[in-house]
């Protein structure tokens, strides 16, 4: 049957190569961003997070640059490595004025690990 | 590592049945929070609940969605009466403050 859905962004990296996944988000008032990464038929797993205060943090091969001025914000993989093959989603943590946030997911980017 | 878990991980159900998903959020976490994701698109939340009530919900999340904590574990969402158009990933999700969420697995339902 024919499929519906978005088409994702696809970007397809050789083994050991540094990975990029770009995204931008859409309000100027979010304070903290996540990116995930969900694999096929799983939910999301955490990988980093960054708040507005801040334009860079490093995690294990992994590095997320904030640009508050464009409302940009990157994924940095380094040494990507098979394992790593998944869609990549960032999150920003609208506030609202409640008790709890909510995330706003962006549309995701699917990353293929090439051996 | 702890994890939120949930229950099915698969249902199937008629158009019109009321349909009961199942999550189990980290026991330490007081925020919880339900998404689905639509076949081929993108995470979309439904609603937040703390302190026993609701705290924000979604246009998705209309008077045939209601959550539930029925007891110090558990964490529901009930469909009353399935569209095709449910059909989704629903995800469960839990934080211990109002940053990071952590997601379950998912169950997938299937409405024929």
């Known amino acids: 049957g024919e499929s519906v859905g978005l088409h994702l962004p696809t970007l397809s990296v050789q083994e050991g190569d540094n990975s990029i996944i770009n995204c931008a988000y859409s309000?100027?008032?979010?304070?903290?961003f996540i990116w995930y990464k969900q694999e096929s038929g799983k939910g999301p797993q955490f990988i980093i997070d960054?708040?507005?205060?801040?334009d860079k943090r490093q995690g294990q091969r992994v590095t997320v640059l904030l640009n508050k001025t464009v409302k940009h914000l990157s994924l940095q993989i380094a040494a990507t490595q098979p394992g790593d093959s998944a869609v990549y989603f960032c999150a920003e943590n609208s506030p609202y004025g409640g008790a709890t946030n909510k995330l706003i997911f962006g549309t995701g980017t699917l990353l293929a690990v090439q051996p | 590592e702890p994890e939120v878990t949930q229950t099915p991980s698969h249902q199937v159900t008629q158009m019109g049945q009321e349909v009961i998903l199942r999550c189990v959020p980290i026991?330490?976490?007081?925020?919880f929070y339900w998404y689905r994701q639509i076949l081929g698109q993108k995470v979309e939340f439904l609603v937040s609940f703390y302190n026993n009530e609701i705290s924000e919900k979604s246009e998705i999340f209309d008077d045939q969605f209601s959550v539930e904590r029925p007891d110090g574990s558990n964490f529901t969402l009930k469909i009353r009466s399935t569209k095709l158009e449910d059909s989704a990933m629903y995800f469960c999700?839990?934080?211990?403050?109002?940053?990071?969420?952590?997601f379950g697995p998912g169950t997938r339902l299937t409405v024929l």
């Open positions: 999700a839990s934080s211990v403050n109002t940053d990071t969420q952590y």
């Open positions: 960054i708040r507005s205060n801040m």
């Open positions: 026991s330490n976490h007081l925020y």
């Open positions: 309000n100027s008032a979010s304070d903290y």
